[in-house]
């Protein structure tokens, strides 16, 4: 049992950081120019949500599914899996994650209904002009060339970030179902930027904790109001 005291999270991961890094400058030449086209969906989510009506969210709900189905195949499965092995059952969880939002924004009646612009929905938003326009060019910052910025539509962690914002400027009616992959995702990535020491790991388990903290406040609020009316 002592043995594995001795053990670090750098000795689970077989790659160095620069390996991590490079993984995403060849993802991005690889899949030119599937990330520009992502760039430009996550500013049209953005003007999408900026004045959320009933088809808006449906069709951002819809175009964030696609993302994710997209990064389920094209980076998870075959750019980060022959890297990390397992990145296969990542792809897996993406793949499902972007069914869900798409049956949310189908199938359900009940997804058209949007928050008031209360202290979820400012929040939220602000995530995802985060997701959207800052956190990818925080890899300048870093040195990183522009060839390798993780960008929202086609890297999982803005992609990430983006959802949780999504689901707290809208009702979903799958919302805990909704929140199952981006949380685990977002504890998989922190931990797997911090094991190869980028200073970024923080974002996404904060972006998990706020989002679910504002969840169930606004779940105790929606309850306490119905409770109220009834």
Request: charged letters at 10%.
């Amino acid at each position: 049992m002592t043995d594995w005291l001795t053990y670090s999270l750098t000795d689970f991961l077989p790659f160095s950081r620069a390996t991590y890094l490079r993984l995403f400058e060849l993802y991005n030449v690889r899949f030119f120019p599937a990330a520009a086209i992502g760039a430009a969906l996550g500013v049209w989510v953005l003007w999408l949500l900026y004045r959320p009506t009933a088809g808006r969210v449906r069709l951002a709900s819809g175009v964030v599914a696609v993302c994710w189905i997209w990064i389920s195949w094209a980076f998870l499965w075959e750019s980060y899996a022959p890297l990390n092995p397992g990145a296969v059952y990542a792809a897996a969880a993406f793949g499902v994650q972007g069914l869900l939002l798409l049956t949310a924004a189908i199938a359900s009646p009940r997804v058209a209904t949007t928050t008031p612009f209360g202290a979820a929905f400012r929040v939220g938003y602000g995530m995802l002009v985060f997701a959207v326009l800052p956190m990818p060019l925080l890899g300048l910052l870093l040195h990183r060339p522009w060839t390798g910025l993780e960008l929202f539509g086609t890297a999982p962690d803005p992609t990430v970030v983006a959802t949780l914002a999504l689901l707290l400027t809208a009702r979903h009616p799958l919302h805990p179902l909704l929140m199952v992959v981006p949380a685990a995702w977002s504890l998989f990535s922190g931990l797997t930027l911090l094991a190869i020491d980028d200073p970024l790991w923080p974002l996404l388990p904060i972006a998990v904790t706020v989002s679910m903290a504002l969840s169930l406040r606004k779940s105790r609020e929606i309850g306490g109001r119905n409770r109220t009316n009834g």
